[in-house]
């Protein structure tokens, strides 16, 4: 049985673009598979291997493309890189309240990876991206856009940054400035920082707010492209809250997918993971007042989660996170899963800050129904119990007290005439 440390299914895409990524252990090496879901999405797999050798040119002596090699028709493996994600790095630097830092750890990569040519529209553009109004001479392309060149799919080793992963790469010219505004949008960590931060990125690149906006078009057309639906009439009428897939550690990157919902676009992030060790997860994350829930999604299926720790910060004061879930019952801090997918809801309460650490026990063994429906059938026998030794307590007390108001009665004065009276009337009576 092969030991699965991460997998990912794609399946909410179009059926040409549905896939599954899986990173497994093999012989205590660590490898890194994507395969397609049908049959439909076999040429898209396939086409990754092509894509390798269309992005070169963006590599120098910092920047390297990790290797991709073809398994099986439909089925490839990329090579694995044992690294930190520069996801990973900025929001370590934002958490720490070091913008100054993280700001010219981006821009660093962005000049590392700057195009020289001037983009230009072209048909196959405007089919995927839309008919966008816009100076095209106000922004920068390579003939081979890589649309997935997002902080999350870098890897850094050995001062080395390696693009771990090129899915979508377009064989015609994409703005690069709205690939940089992907990675900005895409990230939790940044999104949830205002846009102060994020402004002054936009303007060392000379995106202006009226461009923003045509990004977040084309941002839409592309994911209406890739789901084949219409992203705005899906989630146009969902509150705006975060759902975090815990579906096991990505290693490569050190992160969990989030999807966030608002009223306008469905967007998926990225939320970074601290000192994740085997099955205990450790979540660290701001939060604004613009966030009403976060929606921890746990990809496991059937499980038993136990909240180690789950608190908010508001200023200087720290609280008990308010959770809800959609589990079969509780005891304590456990939670007890049987259902395919299992959530837990934390709710801010004006927080500035959450942290919260689960342990996740039992996943993937195909035992963990019965498990469960034992420990609850045990659960209710000692609730039962419980409830029937209070009603046993009470008679107790109730006797008990009968008891000592008789011995009361006794020891007072009256009542022993009253008792020799009747051993009297008694005895008359007999004669």
């Not at 089919?127 to 799919?153: M, Q």
């Not at 500035?352 to 063994?365: A, L």
């Not at 034992?374 to 009603?391: A, F, M, Q």
Request: negative net charge; glycine residues 4%; hydrophobic residues 35%.
């Amino acid at each position: 049985m092969e030991n699965v440390l991460y997998a990912k299914f794609s399946s909410e895409r179009r059926k040409e673009f549905q896939i599954s990524t899986k990173i497994v252990l093999e012989n205590e090496q660590k490898h890194l598979y994507k395969f397609a879901l049908n049959e439909k999405a076999i040429s898209h797999i396939n086409s990754i291997i092509k894509n390798e050798q269309k992005i070169k040119e963006i590599e120098n002596n910092r920047v390297k493309i990790v290797k991709a090699a073809k398994i099986n028709d439909g089925q490839i493996e990329l090579e694995y890189i044992e690294g930190i994600s520069l996801d990973n790095i900025i929001a370590e630097k934002l958490c720490n309240n070091e913008e100054a830092e993280a700001l010219d750890i981006i821009i660093q990569f962005i000049n590392l990876i700057k195009p020289q040519k001037k983009f230009k529209f072209s048909e196959e553009f405007k089919k995927i991206f839309g008919e966008i109004n816009f100076n095209e001479e106000n922004f920068l392309a390579n003939d081979i856009s890589n649309v997935d060149l997002l902080f999350g799919n870098v890897i850094i080793k050995d001062d080395i940054y390696y693009i771990s992963d090129y899915e979508w790469v377009f064989d015609f010219q994409v703005p690069f400035e709205y690939i940089i505004f992907r990675s900005l949008e895409l990230n939790t960590e940044i999104s949830i920082m205002g846009l102060d931060f994020k402004n002054k990125i936009y303007t060392q690149l000379g995106i202006e707010d009226n461009i923003i906006e045509k990004f977040y078009i084309m941002e839409e057309n592309f994911q209406n492209y890739v789901s084949g639906k219409k992203i705005l009439d899906i989630y146009s009428s969902k509150k705006e809250s975060f759902a975090v897939p815990i579906n096991g550690i990505d290693i490569s990157k050190n992160v969990y997918t989030i999807e966030t919902y608002s009223n306008l676009i469905n967007y998926k992030n990225k939320l970074n993971i601290y000192n994740s060790i085997d099955d205990i997860i450790n979540l660290n994350f701001n939060v604004n007042e613009s966030i009403e829930k976060l929606i921890l999604l746990i990809k496991n299926g059937p499980c038993i989660c136990k909240i180690e720790k789950c608190l908010g910060k508001r200023k200087n004061d720290f609280s008990n996170v308010e959770i809800e879930s959609n589990s079969e019952f509780s005891i304590s801090d456990n939670y007890y899963f049987s259902n395919l997918e299992p959530e837990l809801h934390l709710k801010n309460d004006n927080f500035e800050f959450i942290e919260i650490k689960i342990r996740i026990y039992y996943y993937n063994t195909g035992l963990i129904g019965q498990y469960i429906e034992k420990i609850k059938e045990s659960n209710d026998l000692s609730n039962d119990l419980s409830v029937k030794n209070i009603i046993i307590d009470d008679y107790e007390r109730r006797i008990s007290d009968y008891e000592r108001t008789i011995a009361e009665i006794r020891r007072k004065r009256w009542f022993g005439i009253y008792h020799m009276l009747s051993d009297i009337k008694n005895k008359l009576f007999k004669n």
